[in-house]
């Protein structure tokens, strides 16, 4: 048992960061532990977390147990959580709900929980107190430890906390199932530095911690040779890539080799807008297989509100980043991600943030209202703004968003764009994909073409998709 400690995961030390290449092993006992018994994943939160669950996949089958996609009947229930918001917590408290009973029904049930949410103490005390039946409680550094705290369940029946609050080490050795055959995740760091005074992150997640870049660069090398067409490099910050690793090499040279690849499109997110260097919207510029997308969150349009959340750069800096990436950059596309309700938000502040966003127009913005998240600074800080203001605010700025992503979608009309048909869509049996831009198009086209990079032309717009018939 080892319980996650907040005031542990606040600290930053000088320590080097071990990579280790050998540490994730099934030991002969156990390597059937799972035959003849399948397993049931949920996945909440950031791509990061969809990839941790593509590693708790492959480990599961590494143990012999198969996927199933019916949680009714499977031997072990595992939920990958997410922290960033009350509602995600909600969500999961909701299907604790749901599982108990099952867990009623089926005493041999194993159910996990795992991700940033078990990284809080509040969660892990909850669980102890109020879900005893939890069987294992795993933190977001010990994944590649899961098959023996699952050997431990099946022998003991007792409940584990398997949480650490620590800075966190890089493990080179974990397998990877992937959910897509032709676009891949690809981690180039884990945690995060930046301490955004609203954010959990940092201390669900340890300090930020770069992958070697001929570590990465192998990767994607490994993927073109199995077929893939696409990879996203994942890290809560990307532009600092690099800067704790001090080898002489950063975000754009590893984007450079990347694109040295076979790698058809390659994407990026998160980008901070603090240290995005002109070195990096050069790279992006020169080479084709980077794609011409950016999120570039910008939290709010109040240099008041981005000051009392650490964001480290000023409006005018942010406009400033964001004409020089248009300017640069032909045909880019650029979203964004915007609080509202910081504590202390004034309606001018609020203003602030409308205006700013007439000005710039953005693609699309993923909109959140603030959400208090215990152990963070912002936690503490006066809020007496009613959650009803925080919604009318969340309101008009969605009916803005809205406004100019129909805008520029409608700009693709009768226009030729090259998607990555990945799957199938939702509605008339077409298939889905998205542009180099990030748009997301649907089109009338036969299985043979999933996986292909087609040419499309656009025949609708609307808010959040496009429609496009396969060009002869
Ligand atoms: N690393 C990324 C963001 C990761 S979290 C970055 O810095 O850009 C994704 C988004 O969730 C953030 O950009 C922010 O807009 C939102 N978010 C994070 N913490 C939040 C909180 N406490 N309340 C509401 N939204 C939050
Ligand atoms: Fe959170 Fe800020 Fe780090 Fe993004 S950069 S993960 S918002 S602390
Ligand atoms: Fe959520 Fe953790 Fe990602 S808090 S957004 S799953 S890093």
Redesign the pocket.
Known sequence: MNLPNLKEAKVRTKNKTLIKYDDYIIPKAIENIGKNKTFHIITYG?QMNVHDSENIKAIMEDLKYQETSDMKDANVIILNTCA??ENAHNKVVGMLGRIKHLKQENKNLITILCGCMAQEEVITNLIKSKYKWVDIVLGTHNIHKLPLYLEKIVNEHKQDIEVYSIEGEIYENIPVKRDSKYKAYVNIMYG?D?F?T????PYTRGKQRSRLLEDIVLEVEQLVTSGYKEVTLLG??VNAYGKDLNLGYNFADLLREVAKTQISRIRFV???PWDFTDDMIDVIKNYNNIMPYI?L?L?SGSNRILKLMNRKYTKEEYITLYNKIKEQIPNVSITT???VGFPGETDEDFNDTLDLYHLLKFDLA?T??????EG?P?CKLKDETPLEEKRKRLASLNEVVNKYALEHNKKYVGRDVFVLLEDYSDKDNKLMGYTDTMKLVNVKASDEYLGKIVKVKITEAKTWSLEGELHD
């Open positions: 950031c960033i918001r995060c930046k955004c609203y954010c959990i992150v809560q910050n998160t980008s901070h999120h969150p939290q991600d915007i609080i993923y959140f209202i603030f959400s208090k998240r963070t912002a």
